[in-house]
């Protein structure tokens, strides 16, 4: 390490432990003890918080809604609680005893928020985040987390790319992607920054989510804060009370008819062929002869796959917050069988968290949440290896699902000359017999200390830990396959890969908070230590003599390349501190840095600095806007900060040597190696300078309130694997370079339009994202992706390829018009020569593609809607992208004009001839794969279609039950759907957030979004549930 | 206070072991910075060097030295696009623009081929400041310096002019260089094989499948004959023939490898090495010289595979009807280099094709096979020398070399006797001995013949297609733009041309 930062650090360090501990405790004046009762319309309100204002000094009301606080005549108590405006009462005199009624809120304003390493009152707030509570998201029956967040907060889009249940979530926060470094936001679990899925976590754990957005609230997280911080706390125990909480649900997940690729049945893809044939002037197979034998029998490959599934949720909350415990026990089994079927997904999940009050000084507190996660998902994914779905799309409808008998025909080949050259397996066998399983043990479990060694002064030490166990096995017998063009029977194959992972967190936090007069402050310092190891091991056989025993020792062949064992391994050390400043709780300062050394930089660039500042000015406490009787509360605030992303791999730095490039002599496996990478001293962390500003509005006593941020960030120092000419025997150097600009403009209204016996809340976003890529590294100015190009001047990754422009119509248009040369003919795809030399070329850099789309919305939206009236609520969940393009990448086997696939519907109204041209958009099948290639292997703008969508996400009806046996407090019965409908003009499938993933576990491919191949559908969920408090 | 200070020393402690902290090494893999300090390193390192020829084999050197001749064509197979890179090969029609060209074939072999003369650059750059075995040193040595010069002679012959890496880029400053002259080229190739020549053990003191002397000798006298110093050639030859390591095989089938045995047999110089199984050192290219497509039945046929998959795709490097022909009558060559096979998928009534054959063998894994590529042989070293006698008057010393050949093949001895004569008989015979071996495009390049040879070929096809193996459907013949590059260098890769400042 670098000794001048590591001495510079250790000054910094002792600067502020200085600073805390020499700071005097300022003096007050004579306080005495007041009591007190907090109401609201008539009822006791238990677990309100009481401080009085501008000091430490604070309590919460019991059960009976009093509490008693230590208070001098002259000082303010300031009494908050969730859903009520926060109130302030003068102490006057001697008087002891206050009745303070509340009014219930319709706004969160006066809510404490978390925060990076503490929380505040959300009024004081400088940065930009959001936050939602638990609670709000409890009805919806879903698997994981980020569903339920689906459209609810401003600038974090999440897409649900696939429907494989606790899979396929994208998480992006201010649109923020990277060229190759990871761009999911950090996820950090009551303080504790995991390694593992968030999507094993039970989401009835939760009691509130915060998402930290601009640099000022992240850059205490440092250098891996560039993708935005989400911030999860788990259930605690509200003051005084204890609960007992069942909630349950029970239900069924179909996929619609509508919004399905509408594919050929069997007698129009016999029409399609029996055309064919005439087309190309050849004779018409005889199956083809008559299509209409194949009227009504039809094989709907795509349907066979799917069934209508169970879904059930069961939860059992105790809570208690009595005497000097408070502990909260959270049971969970959450059960789900998926719409394809042999589809699985079950979660067994266990939580107790427990703070201990050992003195009035010292605090202790053990969260252990162990869970268990199975999960059982077909191939359903990818292309023709692995995806049976897209497979089952294409495969010949006149093909037998089953055979006479009823049983599953084993695989369907038609003779050569009917043009099947490929055979194709069963893929309803394939689900039912493809075992491709992944059973998780997760423990998380975060413990901490804490002494109060006087007023104001807080050292936590943290000891956190994260275990992960992850067992997947995936097997085929020899009589199914997820590939097509695979007889059966085919090889016996299978795969056993085990992960142990270990992460633990040490975090040593000074925190000191006083008030000298209208001076309000907070310094926090800490260090940390985090360590990660991941050990893998993975075993790759085929070749089975039985079906029945897939063991490892009874197969053939142990594959070599796909059995290996890896360790992963990184450590990061972090000095962080933090300045919270206010002056009269309107004038808002907060500065914070934190330095991390993480393993994964060069040796020569091992410590980064993350410093972020942040103003606020809360206008509506200032004279001119006291008391007004419209605007209640106003507040501005900007920020700026770097955070880094440190996603770059663990050991990218270092020249590594594969020593498996073996070579055969005397007919003998001889060990051979080779140096694969070159090595980078210098690499670091990828660096986002951002700027925010933005306002916070309140209206009508806060009856509206509005929030807006407008963000620039500047994304520098990109980890990119540095295309080199290969004539050096490497194909990259991974580097550090090029820049990325977003900004982009985020808006949140919330509004109760009507109160009263009915009452509605309505609670909408808005948000833009652009971006732009401002350079790449010297002599490159793009970066292609599958069907895409990252292009200085450009925004990132748009969809790259032809522009199609018609067919060929005529002779006299053939001729007329650049074409390519030995392939284009009447009919075929007439595409733009964009480079202008008269021919049409693909390939390079100077051939005829353009960018032809863009996989980014132009904005997207959510809106939540609440009603209650009487016993009875309700709530409308919906949100949506508009201006978006996918690339709808099975048409290259959907619409391949050879009539070896079955086709999209559309494809049956294509150019036959210059008399009959059809609807444009698919060309002529006569002349073969030379001329139909160019139309299917060629990217053009054919692919790309707009993919705007609206979702209403979630519509959930209520009903409160009042006559009650005494045991039970309240009881809730609801029904609630789940992606209830999609208004959309997407044509390619039935999901348009789609976007084909590299791993299937949300981060996919950053240079190549938005991609269509027909992924595992998003079910319709319908479910009935309870809520019992008992 | 003290307990104050105590808790600070306890935090300022925290960071003394820091460094080792973050010191976190790959534990699964190697890194350069601990490797090349041994014997073992050495060895292990040139072995690398070989590894990229299997690909290179299964894959490029067919596609561009045999297909991109009149010795074998694709099978058009309408329904299958996306195969103008095997089609524009044997059609002549390689597209260019600006000297580069999008055919991922020629790619392939490019980044093949560099990727062996980077690992032989690897080998070579700390070799002589680590101390080990003398011999042993020597042999890594040699073997590095033949690979290196062995992909540089490949590569000067397909482009010409290209970059000339002697020692390891460092970083991705100097990842490319400029293109050097062909003549700097050879002088490289050359230094290299001169010093390589006599630090390389004889074939009987070598582990079968490394580099040898005579291999080298043989590789070094192919770059001679290129450059037409034939003499050179003589001599550099002389004492692999005189060495007694290399004889005939007693027929022309013996000469194959098999799929495990009959490898390296005393007729072999230099071969690729293959191996059956689940190592990933298998073999392919029998798999790609095949018409398409395959019922399971046929395929099971042609291999015997415990698990034979049907085939379907455009088959490629099927013998044309003109190397048919140049076998004379009699050659026994010709049913043990090609038989005849029914394709039943194939369009049309006629389903019986040509295919190679002459280095199938049974195998029980599908597309998986142990059989090695025959690189140089002592059948070409004879042929080799007999050219070089010839081209410097030694017409009457050439003569017995070539009839070695013929003899083997059941033909009687050849009628030439001119010099003349003698130039065409060999170059004839070079193209039946060492047909489907990737030699016949060198050949025809370096001796001028392309406008002379591979005009009148393309003429037949154009004039013909149905005897090239297009199908008998309306529409299915050649393209409008096939014959149309006959130039004696490919261009030079697009996605190289790309990144490179050079070309």
């Known amino acids: 390490m670098n000794n001048h930062y590591l001495s510079k650090m250790k000054i910094r360090l002792f600067g502020f432990l200085l600073l805390m501990f020499c700071i005097s405790v300022t003096s007050f004046g004579q306080t005495q003890s007041v009591r007190g009762v907090i109401s609201s319309e008539g009822e006791p309100v238990p677990g309100a918080l009481v401080i009085v204002k501008g000091t430490q000094r604070g309590t919460v009301t019991d059960i009976d809604g009093s509490f008693s606080i230590q208070a001098a005549a002259g000082e303010t108590l300031v009494v908050s609680f969730v859903g009520y405006t926060t109130k302030e009462v003068a102490v006057v005199g001697n008087q002891t005893s206050y009745t303070i009624e509340l009014a219930l809120s319709t706004s969160n304003l006066s809510e404490v928020v978390v925060v990076g390493y503490g929380s505040q009152i959300k009024k004081e707030v400088t940065g930009a985040v959001v936050s939602i509570g638990g609670a709000e998201l409890r009805d919806m029956p879903v698997s994981t987390i980020a569903q339920k967040l689906q459209g609810r907060l401003a600038g974090v889009q999440i897409n649900q790319t696939t429907g494989q249940p606790g899979r396929g979530m994208q998480v992006r926060i201010r649109g923020q992607l990277s060229v190759s470094g990871g761009s999911e936001p950090l996820y950090v679990v009551d303080g504790f920054p995991i390694t593992g899925d968030i999507n094993a976590i039970n989401p009835d754990e939760i009691e509130d989510i915060s998402v930290l957005k601009d640099a000022a609230s992240t850059s205490l997280y440092g250098s891996r804060a560039a993708n935005g911080v989400v911030l999860i706390t788990t259930k605690k125990g509200k003051a005084g009370q204890t609960n007992v909480n069942l909630n349950v649900f029970s239900g069924f997940q179909k996929v619609p008819q509508r919004g399905r690729l509408e594919m050929m049945n069997a007698e129009e893809f016999a029409q399609f062929k029996k055309e064919y044939y005439e087309d190309a002037k050849q004779p018409v197979p005889s199956v083809f002869q008559d299509p209409s034998i194949y009227r009504d029998k039809t094989n709907d490959w795509y349907d066979a796959l799917l069934q209508t599934a169970p879904i059930s949720s069961y939860n059992l909350t105790l809570t208690s917050n009595k005497e000097r415990v408070n502990t909260s026990v959270v049971v969970g089994l959450f059960d789900q069988k998926g719409v394809v079927v042999n589809t699985d997904f079950k979660r067994f999940s266990l939580r107790l968290n427990t703070e201990y009050q050992l003195s009035d000084k010292i605090n202790i507190g053990v969260n252990v949440a162990p869970n268990y996660v199975y999960d059982n998902t077909p191939r359903t994914d990818g292309t023709r290896g692995t995806g049976i779905i897209f497979n089952a799309l294409h495969t010949w409808p006149v093909m037998p699902i089953r055979d006479e008998s009823g049983e599953l025909t084993l695989f369907n080949r038609f003779p050569a000359e009917t043009g099947n050259i490929f055979a194709y397996p069963n893929w309803v066998r394939s689900a039912q017999e493809l075992t491709n399983e992944t059973t998780r043990l997760n423990l998380l479990a975060t413990t901490y200390l804490e002494w109060k060694p006087i007023k104001g002064l807080s050292l936590k030490s943290t000891f956190n830990v994260e275990l992960n166990n992850s067992r997947f096995f995936f097997s085929n017998p020899s009589t199914a396959t997820s590939a097509i063009n695979q007889a059966i029977p085919t090889i016996a194959a299978s795969i056993r890969d085990n992960n142990n992972n270990m992460s633990w967190l040490n975090e040593n936090i000074a925190t000191y908070r006083n008030s000298i007069k209208d001076h309000n402050f907070e310094i926090l310092a800490g260090f940390s230590n985090q360590h990660f190891r991941l050990d893998q091991s993975r075993i790759q056989a085929d070749t089975y003599p039985d079906d029945r025993l897939l063991t490892i020792q009874s197969a053939v062949n142990i594959n070599r390349g796909g059995t290996f064992n890896n360790v992963q391994e990184w450590s990061l050390t972090s000095v962080f501190s933090r300045f919270t400043y206010n002056y009269k709780g309107k004038y808002l300062f907060t500065a914070s840095a934190r330095g991390d050394g993480s393993s994964r930089f060069g040796v020569n660039n091992r410590w980064g600095v993350f410093p972020s500042t942040s103003v606020g000015w809360v206008l509506s406490d200032e004279e001119f806007l006291k008391g007004n009787e419209k605007v209640s509360f106003a507040k501005l605030r900007a920020s700026y900060g770097i955070t880094g992303n440190n996603n770059i791999g663990n050991y990218t730095q270092y020249a590594l040597i594969n020593n498996t490039v073996n070579v055969a002599f005397n007919n003998v496996v001889t060990p051979g190696a080779a140096v694969v990478s070159l090595d980078n001293p210098n690499l670091g962390w990828e660096t986002t300078a951002q700027f925010d500003i933005g306002f916070d509005l309140g209206f009508l006593d806060d009856r509206i309130t509005f929030n807006y941020d407008y963000f620039v960030k500047n994304t520098t120092n990109l980890l990119f694997a540095v295309p080199i000419p290969q004539e050096s025997g490497f194909t990259n150097f991974n580097d550090n370079i090029g820049e990325i600009k977003f900004w982009g403009h985020e808006f949140q209204i919330n509004a109760v339009p009507t109160k009263g016996a009915f009452r509605w809340s309505v609670n909408a976003n808005l948000s833009f994202n652009r971006n732009e890529v401002i350079a790449l590294a010297d002599g490159i100015d793009r970066v292609y992706g599958d069907f895409h190009i990252t292009q200085v001047g450009k925004p990132f990754a748009q969809f790259y390829g032809l522009k199609k422009l018609g067919n060929y119509a005529n002779a006299q248009d053939l001729a007329n018009s650049p074409v390519i040369p030995g392939r284009s003919t009447v009919g075929s795809i007439k595409l733009e020569d964009f480079n202008g030399d008269g021919v049409i070329t693909f390939g390079g850099d100077r051939d005829d593609r353009q960018i032809i789309g863009n996989p980014f919305p132009d904005f997207s939206y959510g809106i939540t809607n609440n009603f209650n009236y009487k016993n009875w609520d309700m709530s409308i969940v919906g949100s949506g992208s508009q201006g978006q393009d996918v690339y709808m990448r099975h048409l290259f086997s959907t619409a391949n004009l050879d009539g070896v696939f079955n086709m999209v519907r559309r494809a049956g109204d294509r150019f036959r001839s210059p008399e009959n041209p059809g609807a444009g958009i698919f060309g002529t099948t006569v002349g073969g794969g030379n001329v139909t290639g160019i139309e299917r292997d060629w990217p053009n703008s054919n692919f790309v279609w707009d993919a705007s969508f609206f979702t209403i996400r979630n519509i959930t009806l209520g009903y409160t039950l009042t006559k009650l046996p005494k045991v039970i407090k309240s009881a809730r019965l609801y029904a609630s759907a789940q992606n209830v409908f999609v208004f959309t003009n997407y044509w390619g499938g039935q999901n348009p957030e789609v976007s084909m993933q590299n791993n299937g576990q949300g981060d996919g491919g950053n240079l190549s979004p938005g991609v269509d191949l027909g992924p595992f559908p998003v079910p319709r969920t319908i479910t009935f549930g309870a809520n019992i408090n008992f | ?503």
């Not at chain 2, 582990?207 to 040898?212: F, S, W």
């Not at chain 2, 009457?396 to 070539?402: K, N, R, S, V």
């Not at chain 2, 009687?412 to 130039?423: D, E, I, K, L, W």
């Not at chain 2, 193996?469 to 697009?494: E, Q």
């Open chain 2, 1 to 503: 206070m003290k307990k104050y200070s105590i808790l600070l020393l306890i935090l300022l402690m925290s960071f003394t072991s820091c460094d080792d902290f973050l010191t976190v090494v790959p534990e699964t893999q190697l890194s350069s910075a601990t490797f090349f300090k041994t014997e073992n390193d050495f060895i292990q390192a040139v072995n690398g060097a070989y590894a990229p020829l299997r690909a290179y084999y299964n894959g490029p050197a067919w596609l561009l030295g045999e297909l991109h001749s009149d010795n074998t064509f694709y099978m058009r197979n309408v329904l299958f696009g996306a195969v103008e890179n095997s089609e524009n090969l044997a059609d002549f029609s390689v597209p260019v623009s600006n000297g580069t060209t999008p055919n991922t074939n020629v790619l392939a072999a490019w980044r093949q081929l560099y990727l062996i003369i980077a690992r032989a650059n690897q080998v070579l750059a700390p070799i002589d400041a680590v101390a080990f075995n003398q011999e042993s040193k020597n042999n890594v040595k040699g073997q590095a310096l033949f690979l290196r010069a062995f992909a540089y002679f490949h590569l000067v012959r397909y482009f010409g002019k290209v970059p000339l890496h002697i020692i390891p880029v460092p970083g991705r400053d100097g990842s490319g260089l400029p293109l050097s002259e062909e003549a700097a080229v050879f002088d490289q190739i050359i230094k290299d094989l001169t010093e390589a020549v006599p630090l390389l053990p004889q074939k009987a003191q070598q582990l079968p499948g490394r580099v040898t002397q005579g291999a080298a000798r043989t590789l070094l006298a192919d770059v001679f004959i290129y450059r037409k110093r034939w003499a050179d050639a003589e001599q550099v030859l002389a004492p692999a023939i005189s060495s007694g390591q290399y004889a005939l095989m007693a027929s022309y089938a013996m000469v194959f490898p098999k799929n495990s045995t009959n490898k390296n047999n005393s007729e072999s110089v230099f071969e690729i090495q293959y191996r059956e199984g689940a190592d990933g050192l298998q073999g392919t290219f029998l798999y790609q010289h095949l018409p398409l497509p395959l019922t399971v039945a046929e395929v099971r046929a042609l291999f015997n595979t415990g698990n034979p998959q049907p085939l379907d795709g455009q088959g490629n490097n099927i013998p044309t009807p003109d190397i048919i022909a140049a076998y004379e009558t009699g050659d026994l060559r010709k049913d043990v280099s090609i038989d005849v096979i029914t394709v039943s998928g194939r369009p049309g009534s006629n389903k019986l094709t040509p295919v190679i054959k002459k280095f199938r063998d049974n195998h029980a894994q599908h597309n998986n096979h142990g059989v090695n590529w025959p690189v140089y042989r002592y059948a070409e070293v004879l042929l080799l020398m007999a050219e070089a006698l010839n081209e410097q008057g030694k017409t009457a010393a050439a003569i017995p070399l070539l009839n070695q050949v013929r003899t083997r093949a059941g033909l009687a001895a050849t009628t030439a006797s001119s010099q003349a004569n003698v130039r065409e008989a060999i170059f004839k015979e070079r193209r039946v001995e060492l047909a489907f071996e990737n030699k016949r495009w060198f050949d025809i390049m370096r001796t001028d013949r392309i406008q002379e040879i591979i005009v009148p070929y393309g003429r037949r096809i154009v004039a013909n297609p149905l005897n090239y193996y297009f199908p008998p459907i309306p529409g299915a013949v050649p393209r409008n733009n096939v014959f149309t590059n006959l130039d004696k260098f490919y261009p030079y890769p697009a996605a190289e041309a790309e990144i490179s400042p050079f070309f």
